[in-house]
């Protein structure tokens, strides 16, 4: 059994758990520390959300980012991650939509994703789950 919940106050457990948890998603990405987890959970354009085994281990995050333009509220989920030890547990999907109700209560219209092609059980859970691939381009610019 899993548990999602919005990551109210950064403790060691979820210091500890995102420190274990981004390398398995990116291994350039420094750790943030606990100071950058505070400033993302206390702002109110991030919600850190996180699942729980009944243990209470935390197996998986999502960070959903909720911001207004002047075409309306805007939502990007990004940084999903699922242990590997967790695959399958269906964490990535309970974490999926819990961040769409989080969405919905915020006044999004849609969420957004993006996922590497080499993330294929990632971008079938997301086909599966109702999201459909757009036509558009991705640039990034590096500062």
Known sequence: MLTVSVV?????AVVVAVGRLLPQLSRSAPA??????????????TTLLVARRDDDVIVGMLTLA????????????E???????ARGS?????????ALDV??????????????????AANRLYQRL????????????EL
Not at 8 to 12: L, P, R
Not at 79 to 85: E, M, S, T
């Open 8 to 12: 109210d106050v950064v403790d060691d």
């Open 32 to 45: 943030p520390t606990r100071t950058e987890l505070e400033e993302m959970v206390d702002s109110s354009s």
């Open 79 to 85: 940084d999903v991650v699922v242990d590997d030890a």
């Open 103 to 120: 969405a919905r209560d915020a006044g999004a219209k849609t969420v957004e994703l993006t996922s590497r092609p080499t993330r294929e």
């Open 90 to 98: 269906g964490a990535g999907a309970a974490l999926t939509h819990a």
């Open 130 to 141: 109702g999201f459909v691939a757009r036509e558009t381009n991705v640039y990034r610019f």
């Open 66 to 77: 909720t911001f207004r333009i002047p075409t309306g509220i805007r939502a990007w989920i």
